[in-house]
C-alpha cells in the first residue's frame, strides 16, 4: 500500500480593500451657503417642517395655523373631565395669583388692577398660544422691583401719576416686542451661554433685592427708598429709626418665628 503525502498549501492572502473614497460636494453660491447656514442657527428644529410635507393649500394652512395657535390640536380631544380638573386647578391658582399679582403691582407702584390684569391676561394668552402645559408665566417680584427703580429716576409715581403710567405702558410694550423678536428670530439659544455661576448669582441677588425690600412693611415705614442696592435700602432704614412702628414690626416678628417653628415642629 502506497502511503499518502499531505501537503500544507499555504493560503493566498486576500487583496487590501480599495480606501473609500468620500464624494467632495459641489461648492455652492455664496449666498446659498450663507442663507443654509443662518438658517441651521436660527431654526435648528426646523419649525415649517410640519407646513412644507402638507399637501394641498388648505392642508397648509391648518398646519400653519396649528404652529401658531398650539391649542388648535388638543381641544377636538378636551373632554369634560379635563374641564372639571381645569375649573378646579384654575381656582386654586387664582386664589393665590389674584393677591399676589396686587402684591406686585404694589411693589411696581402702580394701581392695584394692573396687577389684576396681570395675573390672569397672560395666562389666557399662553393658554391659546403656548405649547407647555408645565410652564408658569406671570410677573415675579424682582421684576416690579426693577421696574419700578428704573421707572422712578424718570418719574414719581405720587407726583406725576399719569405720567408714570404713561412711562409704564411704553416700557411694557418694548419689552412685549423685544420677546416677540427673540422668539421670531429663535433665539433661545441664548440662554445656552448662560454659564450656572451667573444663574445662581442672579437668583441669590433677586432674593435679596426682595427681602430687603420687605423692610418697609416690616419696620412701618412710610418712606421708603425705590433702589435695589443694599447701601441705599440700609440708609433709608437707619435714616427712619425714630418713625419705626412698633406695632407691626412686633407682629412680623412673630410670624418670622412663628412659620420656621411650625415647619420644624411638622416635620418632628
Same mark, same amino acid.
Given at each position: 500500500?502506497?502511503?499518502?503525502?499531505?501537503?500544507?498549501?499555504?493560503?493566498?492572502?486576500?487583496?487590501?480593500?480599495?480606501?473609500?473614497?468620500?464624494?467632495?460636494?459641489?461648492?455652492?453660491?455664496?449666498?446659498?451657503?450663507?442663507?443654509?447656514?443662518?438658517?441651521?442657527?436660527?431654526?435648528?428644529?426646523?419649525?415649517?417642517?410640519?407646513?412644507?410635507?402638507?399637501?394641498?393649500?388648505?392642508?397648509?394652512?391648518?398646519?400653519?395655523?396649528?404652529?401658531?395657535?398650539?391649542?388648535?390640536?388638543?381641544?377636538?380631544?378636551?373632554?369634560?373631565?379635563?374641564?372639571?380638573?381645569?375649573?378646579?386647578?384654575?381656582?386654586?391658582?387664582?386664589?393665590?395669583?389674584?393677591?399676589?399679582?396686587?402684591?406686585?403691582?404694589?411693589?411696581?407702584?402702580?394701581?392695584?388692577?394692573?396687577?389684576?390684569?396681570?395675573?390672569?391676561?397672560?395666562?389666557?394668552?399662553?393658554?391659546?398660544?403656548?405649547?407647555?402645559?408645565?410652564?408658569?408665566?406671570?410677573?415675579?417680584? @424682582?421684576?416690579? $422691583?426693577?421696574? +419700578? *427703580?428704573?421707572? =422712578?429716576?424718570?418719574?414719581?409715581? %405720587?407726583?406725576?401719576?399719569? /405720567?408714570?403710567?404713561?412711562?409704564?405702558?411704553?416700557?411694557?410694550?418694548?419689552?412685549?416686542?423685544?420677546?416677540?423678536?427673540?422668539?421670531?428670530?429663535?433665539?433661545?439659544?441664548? @440662554?445656552?451661554? $448662560?454659564?450656572? +455661576? *451667573?444663574?445662581? =448669582?442672579?437668583?441669590?441677588?433677586? %432674593?435679596?433685592?426682595?427681602? /430687603?425690600?420687605?423692610?418697609?412693611?416690616?419696620?412701618?415705614?412710610?418712606?421708603?427708598?425705590?433702589?435695589?442696592?443694599?447701601?441705599?435700602?440700609?440708609?433709608?432704614?437707619?435714616?427712619?429709626?425714630?418713625?419705626?412702628?412698633?406695632?407691626?414690626?412686633?407682629?412680623?416678628?412673630?410670624?418670622?418665628?412663628?412659620?420656621?417653628?411650625?415647619?420644624?415642629?411638622?416635620?418632628?
Amino acid at each position: 500500500m502506497v502511503g499518502m503525502q499531505v501537503v500544507d498549501v499555504p493560503k493566498l492572502a486576500a487583496p487590501a480593500p480599495a480606501p473609500a473614497r468620500v464624494p467632495v460636494p459641489a461648492a455652492k453660491p455664496f449666498l446659498q451657503t450663507l442663507g443654509t447656514n443662518l438658517k441651521e442657527t436660527f431654526f435648528p428644529d426646523d419649525p415649517f417642517r410640519a407646513v412644507a410635507r402638507e399637501e394641498g393649500r388648505c392642508r397648509r394652512a391648518a398646519a400653519a395655523l396649528r404652529y401658531v395657535f398650539p391649542c388648535l390640536e388638543w381641544l377636538p380631544s378636551y373632554t369634560l373631565g379635563a374641564l372639571r380638573s381645569d375649573l378646579i386647578a384654575g381656582v386654586t391658582v387664582a386664589s393665590l395669583a389674584v393677591p399676589q399679582g396686587i402684591s406686585y403691582a404694589k411693589l411696581a407702584d402702580l394701581p392695584p388692577i394692573m396687577g389684576l390684569y396681570s395675573s390672569f391676561v397672560p395666562a389666557l394668552v399662553y393658554a391659546v398660544m403656548g405649547s407647555s402645559k408645565d410652564l408658569a408665566v406671570g410677573t415675579t417680584a @424682582v421684576g416690579s $422691583l426693577l421696574f +419700578a *427703580a428704573m421707572l =422712578g429716576k424718570e418719574a414719581s409715581p %405720587a407726583d406725576s401719576p399719569e /405720567l408714570y403710567m404713561h412711562l409704564a405702558f411704553t416700557a411694557t410694550f418694548f419689552a412685549g416686542v423685544f420677546q416677540a423678536g427673540l422668539g421670531i428670530l429663535r433665539l433661545g439659544f441664548v @440662554v445656552d451661554f $448662560l454659564s450656572h +455661576a *451667573a444663574i445662581v =448669582g442672579f437668583m441669590g441677588g433677586a %432674593a435679596t433685592v426682595v427681602c /430687603l425690600q420687605q423692610l418697609k412693611g416690616l419696620l412701618g415705614l412710610q418712606h421708603f427708598t425705590t433702589s435695589t442696592d443694599v447701601v441705599d435700602v440700609m440708609r433709608a432704614v437707619f435714616s427712619q429709626t425714630h418713625m419705626v412702628d412698633t406695632f407691626p414690626s412686633s407682629f412680623d416678628a412673630c410670624k418670622v418665628f412663628l412659620l420656621p417653628s411650625c415647619s420644624i415642629m411638622h416635620a418632628s
